[in-house]
């Protein structure tokens, strides 16, 4: 069945640093691949998706893109910000049974360092 | 703006109590969500539905129950808890652009 794989966490930056957090996923077709982010004591929230190959998903400076070669979603911020620290999970888009449902990766989380 | 709502929001249980969490949405979507979050897990789902009176099983539905007799409403339902289900629990609801908005989740503890 469709999977995501997630960077391990924890990820510690220093302020303006840049970041990667890599996802890979596994799926048949072409899936909707979706980045959610989850601030301390808070629900889920969407960050940003793709919904087809080639796509670039981007919000908050934060940016993605679909990559069908290379079955990715790596999410990337050219410089972070202490606001930024919080857990980032992956998630692709999932059929099942004629139903569309997520399947989220295990999240990363992320501290930035002032 | 209330959007997803989760009561209680806290809750300790003995082993083999029952209760129910409540999930209200107001944005008038027809699918709702019941997911659970552990450490080193992230989420799983637990039960979905994708419309009044319908429910389908998720990933790791045993030990769980859920309705949605109003739109707008999706309970979940311990019959007999027991310590694994110690957890945080998300409602989550969507249309069908699949972008999920979450509520504040509930934490749950099983003694």
């Known amino acids: 069945g469709n999977s995501v794989t997630q960077m391990e966490g924890p990820v510690t930056l220093s302020e303006e640093a840049f970041l990667t957090i890599n996802c890979t996923y596994t799926?048949?077709?072409?899936?909707?691949l979706f980045w959610y982010v989850q601030y301390p004591g808070e629900g889920l929230q969407l960050l940003l998706k793709?919904?087809?190959?080639?796509d670039k998903g981007s919000n908050k400076g934060f940016e993605a893109t679909y990559r069908k070669e290379t079955t990715s979603f790596h999410l990337e911020k050219g410089s972070v910000q202490v606001s930024d620290s919080a857990v980032y999970f992956c998630?692709?888009?999932?059929?099942?049974?004629?139903?569309?449902?997520?399947?989220f990766g295990t999240g990363t989380r992320l501290t930035i360092i002032p | 703006n209330a959007g997803v709502t989760q009561t209680p929001k806290f809750r300790v249980l003995k082993t083999g109590q029952s209760m129910t969490l409540l999930c209200a949405q107001d944005?008038?979507?027809?699918?709702m969500y019941w997911y659970r979050q552990d450490p080193g897990m992230g989420l799983r789902l637990i039960h979905y539905s994708v419309g009044e009176g319908t429910t389908a099983k998720g990933e790791v539905p045993d030990g769980y129950n859920v309705s949605r007799l109003k739109k707008q409403n999706f309970l979940l339902g311990l019959e007999s808890a027991a310590p694994s289900q110690t957890s945080v629990y998300f409602c989550?609801?969507?249309?069908?652009?699949?972008?999920?908005?979450f509520g504040e989740g509930s934490r749950l503890t099983v003694l």
């Open positions: 793709a919904t087809k190959a080639d």
């Open positions: 989550a609801s969507s249309d069908r652009t699949k972008e999920l908005f």
């Open positions: 799926a048949t077709g072409y899936p909707s």
């Open positions: 998630a692709l888009e999932t059929r099942d049974f004629g139903n569309e449902k997520l399947t």
């Open positions: 944005m008038n979507h027809e699918y």
